[in-house]
C-alpha cells in the first residue's frame, strides 16, 4: 500500500496547557512537514470547541454513577481479552475499584466529570469522521500532550511501514504506558523484515489481538477507521466511559466480527510519540 494522503486530527481545548501544541511548532504541523517533503500530501484538522457542551442533554447523578461502573465493568472484560497473565493482582484491582466507587459514591455522582469525557469522546469521534470523510489513506489521531523528538523520521517510518505487503490497521504510536503494565508483552511478536530507521533503536511489535496504550497518538488504516465509527454508532451513548475504554471495546466487538484479526494492530517499542501530560519533565518542553 502506497501511502499517498495522510489526515492529521488533533484533540485540544481552549484552556490546555499545552496550547502551543497546535501551532508550528507542534507535533501535527512538523509532521505535515514531513510527509510532504517525501510527497504526501497532508491534511490537519485542530478541534479546540466543546463539541459536546454545543449539542449538551441533561445530565445526572446516576448516569455519572453508571459511567464509573462500565468502566470498571470494562476494564474486567478488557483484561480477560487480553489473556493477561496476573489474575491475582488484577482481580484485587477490580475489587479494590468497586470498594472505592462503594465508599466515595458522592464523589462518582458528579456530573461534572461526565460532561469532560463527553467533551472529550465528541472531539475524538468528530475527528474519526472528519478523518474518514477526508478519502486519506492514513488517518493519525494525536492529543496536544503529544511530543516527538523527530517528527520527520516519524513520518518517513509510517511511510515505509505501509509500504509492506501486510499494512497493519492500526499503529500504537505512543509511550504513555510501558509494555508491562499495559499486560500485553505476551501478545507480542517482532514484525519480520520490518526496521525502525533514525537515531532511535526502536523495535516494530505486531500482536495477536488489538490493543491500545491511550489514546495519544494512533494511526488507523482509514478504511478499518470507517469500522470503528461505525461499531461506534451502533451503540448507545450512555453509559458514558472514557474514550480511551471506548475505543477498547470496540476493538474487543470488531475482533469478535472479524474485522480486525492477529497481527494487524502494531507497536512501536519504545513509542516515538511521548504524552508529555504523563512525564515529571512535560513542563520542561
Request: proline letters at 4%; hydrophobic letters at 45%; one cysteine or more.
Given at each position: 500500500?502506497?501511502?499517498?494522503?495522510?489526515?492529521?486530527?488533533?484533540?485540544?481545548?481552549?484552556?490546555?496547557?499545552?496550547?502551543?501544541?497546535?501551532?508550528?511548532?507542534?507535533?501535527?504541523?512538523?509532521?505535515?512537514?514531513g510527509f510532504g517533503a517525501l510527497g504526501v500530501s497532508c491534511q490537519i484538522q485542530v478541534n479546540t470547541a466543546n463539541l459536546f457542551d454545543e449539542n449538551e442533554f441533561?445530565?445526572?447523578?446516576?448516569?455519572?454513577r453508571a459511567s464509573v461502573r462500565e468502566?470498571?465493568?470494562?476494564?474486567?472484560?478488557?483484561?480477560?481479552?487480553?489473556?493477561?497473565?496476573?489474575?491475582?493482582?488484577?482481580?484485587?484491582?477490580?475489587v479494590g475499584r468497586w470498594i472505592h466507587f462503594a465508599l466515595?459514591?458522592?464523589?462518582?455522582?458528579?456530573?461534572?466529570?461526565?460532561?469532560?469525557?463527553?467533551?472529550?469522546?465528541?472531539?475524538?469521534v468528530d475527528l474519526y469522521r472528519q478523518g474518514v470523510e477526508s478519502?486519506?489513506?492514513?488517518?493519525?489521531?494525536?492529543?496536544?500532550?503529544?511530543?516527538?523528538?523527530?517528527?520527520?523520521?516519524?513520518?518517513?517510518?509510517?511511510?515505509?511501514?505501509?509500504?509492506?505487503?501486510?499494512?497493519?490497521?492500526?499503529?500504537?504510536?505512543?509511550?504513555?504506558?510501558?509494555?508491562?503494565e499495559i499486560g500485553i508483552e505476551h501478545l507480542l511478536t517482532q514484525v519480520p523484515s520490518v526496521a525502525w530507521s533514525g537515531s532511535s533503536v526502536r523495535a516494530v511489535l505486531s500482536s495477536s489481538?488489538?490493543?491500545?496504550?491511550?489514546?495519544?497518538?494512533?494511526?488507523?488504516?482509514?478504511?478499518?477507521?470507517?469500522?470503528?465509527?461505525a461499531d461506534f454508532d451502533s451503540q448507545p451513548l450512555k453509559p458514558v466511559v472514557p474514550i480511551d475504554w471506548k475505543l477498547n471495546a470496540s476493538l474487543m466487538r470488531?475482533?469478535?466480527?472479524?474485522?480486525?484479526?492477529?497481527?494487524?494492530?502494531w507497536f512501536i517499542e519504545p513509542g516515538p510519540v511521548l504524552q508529555l501530560s504523563m512525564r515529571r519533565d512535560s513542563v520542561d518542553k
Amino acid at each position: 500500500m502506497a501511502l499517498n494522503s495522510v489526515f492529521i486530527g488533533l484533540v485540544s481545548h481552549s484552556k490546555s496547557s499545552f496550547a502551543q501544541n497546535r501551532g508550528p511548532s507542534g507535533l501535527s504541523a512538523k509532521l505535515a512537514q514531513g510527509f510532504g517533503a517525501l510527497g504526501v500530501s497532508c491534511q490537519i484538522q485542530v478541534n479546540t470547541a466543546n463539541l459536546f457542551d454545543e449539542n449538551e442533554f441533561a445530565l445526572t447523578a446516576a448516569m455519572a454513577r453508571a459511567s464509573v461502573r462500565e468502566e470498571i465493568r470494562l476494564e474486567s472484560a478488557w483484561f480477560q481479552f487480553l489473556e493477561r497473565q496476573d489474575r491475582v493482582g488484577q482481580g484485587v484491582r477490580v475489587v479494590g475499584r468497586w470498594i472505592h466507587f462503594a465508599l466515595k459514591w458522592r464523589l462518582n455522582s458528579q456530573t461534572k466529570e461526565l460532561r469532560r469525557l463527553l467533551n472529550i469522546e465528541y472531539s475524538h469521534v468528530d475527528l474519526y469522521r472528519q478523518g474518514v470523510e477526508s478519502g486519506c489513506d492514513l488517518v493519525i489521531l494525536l492529543e496536544d500532550d503529544a511530543f516527538a523528538e523527530d517528527p520527520e523520521s516519524l513520518a518517513g517510518n509510517l511511510v515505509g511501514l505501509l509500504d509492506f505487503p501486510d499494512v497493519p490497521k492500526m499503529i500504537n504510536l505512543s509511550t504513555s504506558f510501558s509494555l508491562s503494565e499495559i499486560g500485553i508483552e505476551h501478545l507480542l511478536t517482532q514484525v519480520p523484515s520490518v526496521a525502525w530507521s533514525g537515531s532511535s533503536v526502536r523495535a516494530v511489535l505486531s500482536s495477536s489481538r488489538p490493543a491500545t496504550n491511550t489514546v495519544c497518538a494512533i494511526a488507523f488504516r482509514a478504511d478499518f477507521l470507517r469500522d470503528v465509527v461505525a461499531d461506534f454508532d451502533s451503540q448507545p451513548l450512555k453509559p458514558v466511559v472514557p474514550i480511551d475504554w471506548k475505543l477498547n471495546a470496540s476493538l474487543m466487538r470488531l475482533w469478535a466480527s472479524g474485522s480486525i484479526g492477529a497481527r494487524e494492530c502494531w507497536f512501536i517499542e519504545p513509542g516515538p510519540v511521548l504524552q508529555l501530560s504523563m512525564r515529571r519533565d512535560s513542563v520542561d518542553k
